[in-house]
Each structure stands twice: as C-alpha cells, then as structure tokens.
C-alpha cells in the first residue's frame, strides 16, 4: 500500500480555537463569563499574541463570543436567533448574484408562512390577536414612509411564527424577511399596495382569531403571492 497520506498540521490560531470553543461547550466558561485576557491565553497555550486574536476572531464569527474593543471578550448564550445570524452575510451575497435564489427564497418564505399562520390560528390567545391588531394600527399610521411600513409589516409576520411559541420559527422569520428586506422595491408605495397590504393582514387576523387555519393559511397565500412582485433585483 503506497499511497500518501500526509498528516496536515493545524495552524497555531486553529489549535487555540478548539482548546477556547472546549472551554464554553464544556461548561468551564458560562454565558456572560469574561473570556481570559490575551497575556492570560498566551502564557496557558505558549503561543503568541497573533494565534490568539485569529482564535478570538473566529470565535466571534461563529457567535460564541463578543468582542469590544479595550474590554475582555465575553462568553455568548448561543440561541438559534445567533446561530442563523452567522449565515447572513454569506445569504445575502448569494441573493445579490442571483435572480434564482431570490425566486426560491420568496417561494421557501411562501411555504414557511403559510405552516406558520396555520400554527398561529390553532395556538392564538387573544392577547396575541391584540398584538397583531396593534401592529396593524401602527403599520397604517406609517402610510408613505416606506422603510417604517416595512418594517411594522416584518413586525407583523414576526409576531405570527412568534405565537408558535418556538423560538426557532421566530429566527427563521426574521432571518428571512431581514432578508429580503433588501429587494423590497418603493413600488408598495407609489402604487398604492399599502392599502391592499393592511386589508390581507386585516383578513389574516381575522382567521386567526377564528381559529380557522384553513382560511388563514388561504388569506397568507393570496397575500404573499400578490405581494411577492414588490421584491425584485436592483438592475442599477
């Protein structure tokens, strides 16, 4: 058997960031614990300044900690809010280079959306159709201000995974309409589409609140279908 198999060795920075991540999914480092000081680090791993800041570094992108400038690093609660945060940047690059992409993350939004109001339809208290009732009122008080309409109507699909009660629903939402937030054109504007958006979200509560997950998953669809040509690349 003479095939080559070399052993490839770990970069120093590599070999001090599976030693650091031990020590918070060990449980020897707690959420909110300050992170050892650099000197600290360097004199326990025998290695320098340069292999710490590059672990450091990686540890913060994956969101296991948070660095400030002049002050310790501090231990993160992972949540899945954080983890799917990681993938932002990479999404949203991958959406700007390709029309595909952005056609399928409207369609995966539609089939998320329509499950979540089924949810929300069969779980709703009434205090969460207050909550949604709320935000309506506010989204219509932000008729001709684009960015804050859109973001009342973000409010507003948040709020409906929210009432699952599964935090990662919640995640998944706001990952998703954070987004596509980017590709919301001003046509819901000048074409008069805030009125037609505050009348299907008007019809979806209703059904929430009549527990009917069927009309409500229906009225999600009509809404998300008409909506989703108001998402379009930027062809400047």
Known sequence: MNRSEPIVRRKLSD???????????????QPGDDMPSERELMERFAVGRPAIREAMQALSNMGLVAISHGERAKVLQLTAKSIIKQVDAAAKIILSSSKDTLEHLKSARIFFER??????????????????????????????????????????????AAISGNPIYVAVSEAMLGWLKEYH???????????????????????IEQKDADGAEKAMIKHLERSRALYVMNSG
């Open 15 to 29: 070999e001090v960031f599976l030693r650091l991540k031990r020590l918070i999914t060990s449980g020897e480092l």
């Open 115 to 160: 499950g979540m109001v089924r949810e929300a339809a069969e779980k709703a208290a009434a205090e969460d159709v207050q909550r949604l009732r709320a935000t309506i009122a506010e989204q219509r008080s932000f008729r001709g201000d684009s960015g804050a309409f859109i973001s009342a109507d973000m409010k507003f699909h948040t709020q409906i």
């Open 185 to 207: 054109t001003e046509m819901l504007i000048w074409t008069g589409k805030e009125n037609f958006t505050l009348l299907e979200h008007e019809e979806i509560i209703r059904r």
